[in-house]
């Protein structure tokens, strides 16, 4: 399950399970949101994004999900794999003058245990 | 085609050094963008420059922190007299010279230590 401790929230799947890693943002003006993953030691890597005249986007194993109702995005991974385990980091993008400038959230490490 | 350079990897530096980080973006990318990571946190923005134009420092602290991006050559993040706090992870991402700047491409880091 889901635990958030005193630093980085932290999830730990069974290899297999679905994966469900949740984002609450807090611009009410952010236009696009993207999820990134970052392995130990690497850059981040993006994922998926979605704009916010969407509700849900998919992609291959993975789905995102934006309620922009309570400010919240998710990511779901189908069928989680080991080489899934990484860091994933919501971000989002503010329309206007500086729409280039990625506002990152605070991340959840995913551990998936084979 | 090479994705986002970064170096070096790892720089070492003691209290009152300068460090030199490089950044060369992906092959057609014209925009460069800085972020620093703390341990166990999101990255935050610091700088966003165009070739020879800083566009936005919001993010770079005041003082003794400065980026280029020379029409030649690499972007350049330069801190000078490093402190502990500067301690981090500098990530350097590429966008391409479109209007649809929103995929950055983020290169490897480089992990600051000041000792």
């Known amino acids: 399950g889901e635990s958030v401790g005193l630093h980085l929230p932290t999830l730990s799947v069974q290899e297999g399970d679905n994966s469900i890693i949740n984002c609450a943002y807090s611009?009410?003006?952010?236009?696009?949101f993207i999820w990134y993953k970052q392995e130990s030691g690497k850059g981040p890597q993006f994922i998926i994004d979605?704009?916010?005249?969407?509700d849900k986007r998919q992609g291959q194993r993975v789905t995102v999900l934006l309620n922009k109702t309570v400010k919240h995005l998710s990511l779901q991974i189908a069928a989680t794999q080991p080489g899934d385990s990484a860091v994933y980091f919501c971000?989002?993008?503010?329309?206007?003058?500086?729409?280039?400038?990625?506002?990152f959230g605070k991340g959840t490490l995913l551990t998936v245990n084979p | 085609n090479a994705g986002v350079m970064q170096n070096p990897r790892h720089l070492v530096r003691r209290r009152g050094q300068e460090a030199r980080l490089r950044c060369s973006p992906m092959?057609?990318?014209?925009?460069v963008y800085w972020y620093r990571q703390l341990p166990e946190e999101g990255l935050k923005f610091m700088v966003y420059?165009?070739?020879?134009?800083?566009?936005?420092e919001s993010g770079m602290p005041k003082e003794r922190f400065s980026a280029e991006f020379p029409k030649e050559g690499p972007s350049i993040l330069r801190i000078q007299q490093v402190v502990r706090g500067d301690s981090a992870a500098y990530f350097c991402?590429?966008?391409?010279?479109?209007?649809?700047?929103?995929?950055?491409?983020f290169g490897p880091g480089t992990r600051l230590t000041v000792t």
């Open positions: 991402a590429s966008s391409p010279e479109k209007d649809t700047s929103y995929e950055q491409y």
């Open positions: 611009n009410s003006a952010s236009d696009y």
């Open positions: 979605i704009r916010s005249n969407m």
């Open positions: 971000a989002e993008i503010r329309s206007g003058g500086s729409n280039y400038k990625l506002t």
């Open positions: 092959k057609g990318h014209s925009h």
């Open positions: 420059l165009q070739k020879e134009n800083i566009i936005d």
